[in-house]
C-alpha cells in the first residue's frame, strides 16, 4: 500500500537480499553486518529519489540512516489481532525463517513446538514492532513517523506527503485490498474465544497498549 501511496517500489531486490544473507538465524546481528547488506541492496540507487516500503527493513534501520541521515522512515503498523488473522491464513505459524521464529536467547525457544498459531503469530507481530521501535530510538524523532493503517484519512495522509517532502501519487490505495489474502481460513478477531484472546494478549498485550490497540478498539467494540 505503501509503495503504491508514493510510486515507489515494494521490497526491492528483498529476494536478493534474502537468498545471499538469510540463511541463518539472526543474519543481521552486528550493527556492521546491517551495514554491508544495506550497501549491498541498494547498489546503484539514485538516494535523492528511492522509496521502497519493504518489511526487511525492520532489521536494517539503524544503518540505513547511518548511510542517508536526511532520509525519512515510515513505520506502518496495524492491529496485532488482523496481523494474526492474516498471517495464520498465510501459515506463517509453520515458517522456519529468521524473522518467525524466536532466536536461541529468546525465552520463546524452548517454547516455541509447543505454542498455538496465535501465540506464534502474536510474538511475530511484537518482535517485529519491538526491533523497529528500538532501532528507531537511534535516529533522530524529526526523521520518522509511525503510522497506525487504521488511521488514515485524508487529513493523514496530508501529513504523510509534508514529512515524506514527496507527493503521495496514489490516495486510492488506502481503501483498495492491496495484497490482501484472497481467501481467508481463520476467523476474525470478534470471533475469537476467550482463549484465544488471552493467549494472544499474554504476548502481544504490552506492545498492543504501546500502540494505542486497546484504548482504540475498546472503544470501536
Known amino acids: ?13 528483498a529476494t536478493y537480499l534474502l537468498d545471499k544473507y538469510c540463511r541463518n538465524n539472526d543474519p543481521f546481528s ?10 549491498d541492496l541498494h ?12 518489511n526487511l527493513y525492520t532489521y536494517l534501520l539503524d544503518a540505513l540512516w547511518a548511510l ?3 532520509a525519512r522512515f515510515i513505520l506502518g503498523v496495524r492491529d496485532g489481532r488482523d496481523f494474526v488473522r492474516s498471517a495464520i491464513t498465510r501459515g506463517w505459524h509453520t515458517r522456519s525463517s529468521f524473522d518467525t521464529i524466536p532466536r536461541k536467547s529468546s525465552p520463546y525457544y524452548s517454547r516455541w513446538k509447543n505454542m498455538s498459531p496465535i501465540e506464534r503469530t502474536a510474538w511475530i507481530w511484537t518482535n517485529r514492532n519491538e526491533i523497529a521501535l528500538g532501532l528507531l530510538e537511534h535516529i533522530p524523532r524529526n526523521n520518522w513517523m509511525l503510522v497506525r493503517l487504521e488511521d488514515l484519512d485524508e487529513m493523514l495522509l496530508c501529513r504523510l506527503e509534508e514529512f515524506a517532502g514527496h507527493p503521495i501519487k496514489d490516495k486510492k490505495a488506502v481503501n483498495a485490498e492491496v495484497n490482501s489474502n484472497p481467501v481467508q481460513n481463520f476467523p476474525p478477531k470478534e470471533e475469537w474465544s476467550e482463549d484465544e484472546l488471552q493467549a494472544f494478549y499474554a504476548i502481544a498485550g504490552n506492545m498492543m497498549k504501546k500502540l494505542g490497540y486497546l484504548d482504540f478498539h475498546n472503544l470501536k467494540q
Not at 500500500?1 to 531486490?13: K, N, P
Not at 552486528?30 to 550497501?39: E, G, H, I, M, W
Open 1 to 13: 500500500m505503501f509503495a503504491r501511496l508514493f510510486g515507489g517500489f515494494h521490497e526491492f531486490r
Open 68 to 70: 542517508y541521515p536526511n
Open 30 to 39: 552486528s550493527f556492521d553486518k546491517r551495514l554491508q547488506a544495506v550497501l
Open 43 to 54: 547498489q546503484g540507487i539514485d538516494t535523492a529519489t528511492f522509496i521502497d516500503s519493504s
